[in-house]
Nanobody, 115 residues
Framework: QAQLVESGGGLVQPGGSLRLSCVVS????????MSWYRQAPGKERELVAS????????DYSDSVKGRFTITRDNAKNTAYLQMNSLRPEDKAVYYC????????WGQGAQVTVSS
C-alpha cells in the first residue's frame, strides 16, 4: 500500500534552517506531483509548496516564497522541503502529499521555531 514517511522535523531557532524529507513507497513516485502542507494549532491545513512530476515547475505560498524550496529526486522516491530563515509563525506539523489520480498523505513532521 502507499506510504509516505516524513522526517527531518525538530526544534530550531528563529533564522535557522531545516530540511524535511518525504520518502514514498507503494506507488510510482514519478507519476505523482508532490506538495507540502502545514497545519498550525487551531488553524486549517494550508498548502506551502508544490512540484510537478518531473520537478520542472514549482509553486509556493506567499508566506514562504523566497525562504522555502521544494525539490524531488525521482530515483530515490523522495521529496524535500528546504526551509531557511525560519520564523516562529512557521511552527506547524508539516505533511507531504502525493497527488494524481489518487491522493496520499504522510503522517506529518513537527517543526518548532523558538528561541
Amino acid at each position: 500500500q502507499a506510504q509516505l514517511v516524513e522526517s527531518g522535523g525538530g526544534l530550531v531557532q528563529p533564522g535557522g534552517s531545516l530540511r524535511l524529507s518525504c520518502v514514498v513507497s507503494g506507488f510510482t513516485f514519478s507519476a505523482y506531483a508532490m506538495s507540502w502542507y502545514r497545519q498550525a494549532p487551531g488553524k486549517e491545513r494550508e498548502l506551502v509548496a508544490s512540484i510537478t512530476r518531473g520537478g520542472g515547475v514549482t509553486d509556493y505560498s506567499d508566506s514562504v516564497k523566497g525562504r522555502f524550496t521544494i525539490t524531488r529526486d525521482n530515483a530515490k522516491n523522495t521529496a524535500y522541503l528546504q526551509m531557511n530563515s525560519l520564523r516562529p509563525e512557521d511552527k506547524a506539523v508539516y505533511y507531504c502529499r502525493a497527488f494524481s489520480a489518487a491522493r496520499y498523505w504522510g503522517q506529518g513532521a513537527q517543526v518548532t521555531v523558538s528561541s
